[in-house]
């Protein structure tokens, strides 16, 4: 399938969901992520924060958990300005304010250099056996995370198992390394 097939289904199953559903999914993301990521070595994490209209992963159990059991790590956020991903430290929940697409973002703050940036947790609607994944469409990901180092770590989040094959992934899209599901990690 296409991205554009493969975006609309999985929109689709998404939103097919209840919230019971997508808390008990999103919750066992967390406990996969905890029980697969070792985080001794991560210094500075970038993680996005959920849609909660579109039923995203709830990345806040992961980042509470690392603020509660891993206070040396510091959380980077994205925030979209001229088309593009700017990054900047969290320093608490009332840095953030919600941007024209309903996104919890960080209205000021400390930019966070990408070549710094440890491990990034990627937004995505499906993704592939090779670890290509399918966004919203925008490309904000993929030029972040050209911009980031080879060895940083890119985790996906999912609701749902890999897809065979992406059959039109193009040469600027960048792929995971991981990706965790309520029951696994996929590593890449």
């Given amino acids: 399938m ?105 209205k000021q703050g400390i930019p966070t250099p990408s070549a710094k940036i440890d491990l990034v947790i990627v937004p995505l609607l499906a993704f592939d056996q090779s670890g290509n994944r399918i966004g919203y469409g925008k490309g904000f990901y993929d030029k972040f995370l050209k911009e980031c180092r080879p060895d940083c770590m890119k985790v996906g989040l999912s609701f749902f198992e890999p897809i065979e094959k992406i059959i039109d992934v193009e040469e600027f899209d960048i792929a995971l390394t991981h990706c965790i599901t309520p029951t696994q990690l996929y590593q890449f």
Avoid at 36 to 51: C, G, Q, V
Avoid at 84 to 97: D, K, P, T, V, Y
């Fill in 2 to 106: 296409t991205k554009s097939e493969l975006r609309k289904l999985y929109s689709q199953r998404r939103f097919s969901l209840d919230e019971a559903e997508c808390l008990r999914f999103s919750s066992q993301i967390c406990d996969q992520f905890f029980i697969h990521i070792d985080l001794s070595f991560i210094n500075i994490m970038h993680a996005y924060l959920p849609i909660e209209k579109n039923k995203e992963p709830n990345t806040w159990l992961i980042l509470d958990r690392i603020k509660k059991e891993f206070p040396k790590i510091r959380m980077s956020l994205p925030r979209v300005r001229n088309n593009s991903l700017e990054n900047l430290f969290l320093e608490g929940a009332h840095q953030l304010e919600k941007n024209k697409w309903d996104i919890p973002e960080p």
